[in-house]
């Protein structure tokens, strides 16, 4: 007899049950799809979630860091300084701007490390060269920290570096609902993405909630709602929602602005403001998933687990990156993930950093060497298979052809 087909194990797959297939239906039967009722329901609930004022339901996270800056405005030539290990998102946006991101090294926790954004900050107030960079420098704008995998940077140092310096603090939060920040034990959480002046949230397919494609940005300056509003949907002082309910002239507006079209379909809507009814279960999921993996892994000496800090962070659990120790194995991370995929257990990685992409070495001429840390840990990184839904014998699976693999390539 064959032997039987290995477990299959996706690196994802979205939880999505009745609420959700319900709230679509009925909003396919209300017939109002586009940016309506739903979208200013879920934007309602989600700003009440994060204990923030204003939330603005957008296409994505990148329309949310995009709209972000042009409300702060970001000027040609000005900096921004942004983690070199992050999505494209977070430095592309600058980019739109015609200004220069400024990459800053991660910490041995992956976020942003405030030490090295601090002596970034001060060579560019002293027109020291930086990696990629010469003076004379254009004005800093901003700094944007992203919140790795769900686990929240070091907010506190972050925002007295920016105070300092007099520059704004933004948040890409795309990994980190529903997580939270506390500088010790003695103090209450924040959640993340309220604590700069907007924080920025992705509702991709494989996030902590799901819209599908979606983001939000949340604040609480009405100023700066008011702008980012105004530029979602083309400039325009009125969508058509809004519209909708002035009787005598439902069929006017005005363009105000050359703005963009990032806004949330009702459709979107649903889906996501049903799965922020099941924030806090689909988290309590990820959080027993990912105790479970720590206790496999724990005696996996080739294995360094993810940063956990319970008494200052409240961890989204979006990724479970583990980090190889490639001195004591034969093999590379690449091989390991093929080997994995062969036993059906598909993995990712996040990120190769921005300043090795071609992009950014032919635009500003980075290379090896120039941020040791993230370079140090690029190599390494898997993230493993993580998903609400995850029954126990795919993550049993997952653990023990990582652990085979690891044993038979020992050096």
Wanted: glycine fraction near 6%; proline fraction near 7%; aromatic fraction near 10%.
């Amino acid at each position: 007899m064959s032997a039987p087909p290995p477990l299959e194990v996706p690196y994802f797959q979205p939880s999505i049950g009745r609420a959700e297939i319900d709230a679509v239906v009925d909003s396919l039967e209300s017939g109002w799809l586009t940016t309506g009722p739903r979208v200013a329901a879920f934007e309602a609930s989600f700003a009440e979630a994060l204990g923030c004022r204003h939330a603005l339901a957008l296409n994505s996270c990148t329309a949310a860091l995009h709209l972000a800056l042009e409300a702060i405005g970001l000027q040609r030539g000005e900096l921004v300084l942004v983690p070199t290990l992050t999505f494209a998102a977070t430095a592309e946006v600058v980019r739109y701007f015609d200004a220069t991101p400024v990459f800053v090294d991660c910490g041995p926790d992956l976020c942003l490390d405030p030490e090295a954004a601090a002596q970034t900050l001060e060579a560019l107030a002293h027109d020291r060269p930086l990696p990629g960079l010469q003076p004379p420098y254009g004005k800093v704008r901003a700094l944007i920290a992203m919140h790795y995998g769900g686990y929240a940077c070091a907010m506190r140092p972050l925002l007295k570096l920016c105070a300092r310096h007099g520059i704004d603090l933004l948040e890409d939060a795309a990994h980190t609902f529903p997580a939270a920040y506390r500088a010790d034990a003695t103090q209450a959480w924040q959640a993340t993405g309220s604590f700069g002046r907007v924080g920025c949230f992705s509702f991709y397919a494989n996030k902590c909630i799901t819209t599908g494609e979606g983001g939000m940005a949340v604040c609480n300056d009405p100023e700066l709602d008011r702008r980012m509003r105004l530029m979602s949907l083309h400039g325009m002082d009125r969508d058509a929602w809004r519209r909708s309910a002035d009787t005598s002239r439902y069929w006017y507006y005005e363009i105000v602005a050359p703005g963009f079209k990032y806004n949330l379909t009702d459709l979107a809507a649903a889906i996501g403001h049903a799965q922020l009814r099941r924030a806090d279960q689909l988290w309590k999921l990820r959080q027993q998933l990912a105790a479970a993996y720590s206790s496999r892994l724990a005696g996996l000496e080739a294995v360094e687990l993810p940063p956990d800090d319970p008494e200052t962070r409240r961890h989204a659990w979006h990724l479970y990156p583990i980090r190889l120790r490639l001195e004591q194995l034969r093999i590379d991370r690449a091989t390991v993930i093929a080997r994995l995929r062969e036993r059906g257990v598909s993995c990712s990685v996040h990120w190769l950093p921005l300043h090795l992409q071609p992009y950014y070495r032919e635009k500003y001429g980075y290379g090896p060497g120039c941020f040791p840390q993230a370079e140090a840990a690029w190599p390494r990184l898997i993230s493993l298979p993580l998903f609400p839904d995850m029954r126990n014998e795919q993550l049993e699976h997952v653990c023990a052809c990582l652990a085979d693999i690891l044993a038979e390539t020992r050096a």
